[in-house]
């Protein structure tokens, strides 16, 4: 099957900064893909080549197989800058149609009305953008990517100024994403929201790929905890494998036992320990 995203030895320097350099990455079909990194990494320049918004100077880029910038790969993406603004003026409703227009998507008000729903924006297509909040214009943002059914979706930051609730409802539409086949890639600095949701993580620094692997592979194991009757033990070293013989020594040792706890680190874990200490 094609991929969603297709990123080959792609290079981009502007004058003397690089920008990127020699970056691989794939985004298949239904696979949900963390792009993450400092800042100034090379996350945005990625996401906007594979846009075909910026040239790369070396290197190849596909979109559902035709080449970025293409107009099959533009009419193939849906796409969420990550310093947006519209204008404040224009009603929820009416930005939703200048995108269609702009999509050539012939989804009228249903779709429209849809993708309001969907980003928990329901009723709300006659509110004119300087009356919404951070949030609520972040939410419209999403749905603007949405129109059309775009094959690959590209997310620049689209939670940082969301709520909980905000962001549980976008984690839940980009698993409605996956099980469409919609390919994404999310480009965040929230790394508790990336470890949830998405299936594999690409960590750049310096505009190189530093890490890559699903959340559950980078992150390390961080011991086991066992709750008895004497208070909570610590055990730094031991790994899930080991919990049947601890729970059986203890109890022989006549210890209660009132809870055991795999403990496991995080993916913010794995990513300071993978951009630390590199020269930026
Ligand atoms: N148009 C441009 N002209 C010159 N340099 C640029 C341009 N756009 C980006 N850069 C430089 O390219 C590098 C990568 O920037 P980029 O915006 O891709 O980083 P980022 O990973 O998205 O960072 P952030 O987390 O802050 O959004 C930075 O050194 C930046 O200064
Ligand atoms: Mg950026």
């Not at 505009?207 to 890559?212: I, L, M, N, Q």
């Not at 011991?223 to 909570?232: A, F, N, Q, R």
């Not at 049947?244 to 680190?265: A, K």
Request: hydrophobic residues 40%; proline residues 4%.
């Amino acid at each position: 099957m094609t991929a969603a995203l297709s990123v080959r030895a792609v290079s981009k320097r502007y004058g003397s900064t690089t920008a990127l350099d020699a970056v691989d990455l794939q985004v298949g079909a239904g696979e949900l893909v963390g792009l993450l990194g400092p800042n100034g990494a090379g996350k945005s320049t990625l996401v906007k080549i594979a846009c075909g918004l910026v040239r790369p100077t070396s290197g190849e880029v596909e979109v559902a197989g035709a080449p970025a910038g293409s107009r099959v790969a533009r009419a193939s993406l849906g796409y969420l800058a990550e310093l947006f603004r519209f204008p404040g003026w224009a009603r929820a409703d009416e930005v939703l149609a200048l995108h269609q227009r702009l999509a050539r998507s012939d989804g009228g008000a249903a779709e429209r009305e849809t993708l309001l729903a969907r980003v928990g924006l329901d009723g709300e297509g006659g509110r004119r953008m300087e009356t919404m909040s951070k949030g609520m214009q972040q939410r419209l943002g999403i749905a603007q990517a949405l129109i059309g059914d775009p094959r690959l979706v590209l997310l620049d930051e689209p939670t940082s100024a969301l709520d909980p609730g905000g962001r549980r409802t976008v984690r839940d539409l980009l698993v409605g994403l996956r099980e469409q086949g919609v390919g994404v890639l999310l480009n965040s600095h929230l790394l508790s929201e990336v470890e949830l949701v998405c299936d594999r993580v690409v960590i750049v620094d310096g505009g190189r790929v530093v890490t890559e692997g699903p959340p559950e592979r980078l992150t390390s194991p961080g011991g086991v905890e066992v709750e008895t009757g004497d208070g909570v033990r610590r055990l730094p070293n031991a790994r899930r494998e080991d919990v049947p013989r601890i729970v059986r020594e203890l109890v022989d040792g006549g210890s209660e036992i009132y809870g055991v706890r795999v403990i496991s680190g995080t993916l913010e874990d794995a990513y300071l320990a993978a951009v630390t200490g590199r020269d930026r």
